[in-house]
């Protein structure tokens, strides 16, 4: 990995971590969603990070999130298995049917579509995980599929707008200096 890289992801992850402690967390529209947009900094980690590394800071940023909302954990178990799971949907969906290397998996160098499923996917199981670990009890199951479903709706439209506003301006300063 290059060191371009890496001061990409490391301020993505706090302008992430920033955004998710400092607002998303004091959002709960209709005391079903919640949104979780630091989850797009796992979603976009680069292609070539290993699973044991990737579960690793998915744990710590999982984690930081729980200490920061005073919760047992319940952040980094989901993103833990998010990032397990992140390695099989990235080889099934993006990097299957790719010939060229794709560093980041982002809207702008993935076809829309196929990441927009993945980002989709990875966004249901953690909410789905989160809120399974948060009631704790099956008897919930249809408020936690509606929280679940509503959450990643509402998270996924967010991160799309995140990656529209932030990675365009990026791409056309790129293309710009070549």
């Known amino acids: 990995m290059n060191s371009k890289l890496i001061t990409r992801n490391i301020g993505r992850f706090l302008l992430l971590m920033a955004l998710q402690v400092l607002?998303?967390?004091?959002?709960?529209?209709?005391?079903?969603?919640?949104?979780?947009?630091?989850?797009?900094?796992?979603?976009m980690l680069p292609t070539n990070t290993g699973r044991i590394p990737m579960m690793l800071i998915a744990f710590c940023a999982g984690m930081l999130i729980d200490i920061a909302t005073n919760m047992p954990g319940f952040h980094a178990a989901a993103c833990?298995?998010?990032?397990?799971?992140?390695?099989?949907?990235?080889?099934?969906?993006?990097?299957?049917?790719?010939?060229e290397v794709i560093e980041t998996p982002s809207i702008y160098n993935v076809a829309y579509q196929q990441f927009a499923i993945y980002l989709f996917l990875i966004l249901f199981i953690?909410?789905?995980?989160?809120?399974l670990?948060?009631?704790?009890?099956?008897?919930?199951?249809?408020?936690?599929?509606?929280?679940?479903?509503?959450?990643?709706?509402?998270?996924?439209?967010?991160a799309i707008l995140y990656q529209t506003l932030f990675f365009r301006k990026r791409l056309k300063a790129d293309s710009m200096k070549n």
């Not at 397990?84 to 080889?91: E, K, Q, S, T």
């Not at 009890?137 to 439209?157: D, K």
């Open 23 to 43: 607002v998303f967390n004091n959002i709960y529209l209709g005391g079903y969603i919640n949104p979780c947009l630091y989850i797009l900094f796992i979603a």
């Open 80 to 99: 833990t298995l998010v990032a397990f799971l992140r390695g099989i949907w990235l080889d099934k969906i993006i990097l299957r049917d790719n010939e």
């Open 126 to 131: 953690f909410h789905l995980a989160y809120y």
């Open 133 to 158: 670990l948060l009631t704790f009890s099956f008897s919930e199951m249809p408020v936690v599929l509606l929280s679940s479903l509503l959450s990643t709706v509402i998270t996924w439209i967010l």
